[in-house]
């Protein structure tokens, strides 16, 4: 019987269908300074963000055929490496799209209407000072009619330009390595809607957007600095659930001082899970904890997903 550390957990229908199908699924969290020894256990890992599976791990345990990760990142995987060795190295790219599309969005009407402050002040003295609460957040915006700057148009990209393009937004998008793409709009009572995108230059996405929102792999370098923040429009609203570091934190923050951008929408961070407290006390920052692809639907689908394709890999081996 293959055994399977499910290290950060895995839903109850995906650990169903794998000891449905002859696995055994252990879900008790092993910490990070004691992995490498209780792997010599198993023959597969899954992981989420929060534990890392490097080259002392893969090299500690030459029994591990395969290392899963439930979501859509994997740098907390030395993947090359594992995959030099033969190790099957899988993740769920397309489980968790829809989840970020719909906190994109979540942000960017919080934004635009200040409740991230809001509902900061409202218990505070929403009773003594309601007429003047109201006049600090009566200057909001509609989305419907702005323009949403996408950077970085994949799966989740395209489900955020999906939400866009339903409000009533123009999409613009950019990406080095996806030309166009089709969005197709599920409408309940009607037809579906399909809208195609061509991807347009980094630096017109920037120029051009009343939004942006950045869903790229991270780097070792931001990818928005002082420099990119400059060649937005005045009073942009910047939104990051992608990867801490995206976005420059310190330039971030100048230009919420300036003015230059209005609003911000974190998810993650460069710190995690201790982000910089000016972000943390900045009233124009809207801040989840990395949440991203938290729902209950898509951890299903994680679930699900990470099951079928190691079911399969191990079919195969035999």
Known sequence: ??????????????????????????TENVPQEELNEALKNYDAVLVRSATMVRKETIDACPNIRLIGRGGVGMDNID?????????????TPAASSASVGELVF????????FLQ?????????????FKGLKKKYSAGTELRGKTLGIIGF??????????????????LATDPYISDATIDIEIEGADTVSVKINTIDF????KNSDFITVHVPGGE??????????MMKD????????????????????ALQSGKVAYAALDVYENEPTPAVQLLMNENISLTPHIGAATLEAQDRIGQELAEKIITFFEGQN
């Open 1 to 26: 019987m293959k055994r399977i550390l499910a290290n950060d957990g895995i839903t109850k229908g995906g650990q169903e269908a794998l000891e449905a199908a002859g696995f055994e699924v252990i």
């Open 79 to 91: 993947v090359d490496y594992a995959k030099s060795k033969g190790v099957e190295v899988i993740n």
């Open 106 to 113: 979540a942000h960017l009407f919080s934004m635009a209407r």
């Open 117 to 129: 402050d809001s509902n900061r002040n409202m218990p505070l003295t929403g009773d003594s000072d």
């Open 154 to 171: 994949g799966r989740i990209g395209q489900a955020s330009a999906k939400i866009a393009l339903g409000v009533g937004m123009k999409v």
């Open 203 to 206: 630096d017109s996405v920037l």
């Open 221 to 230: 370098s931001p990818l928005l600095n002082k420099k990119e923040i400059e």
């Open 235 to 254: 009073r942009v609203g910047l939104v990051n659930a992608a990867r801490g570091g995206v976005i420059n934190e310190v330039d971030l923050v100048d």
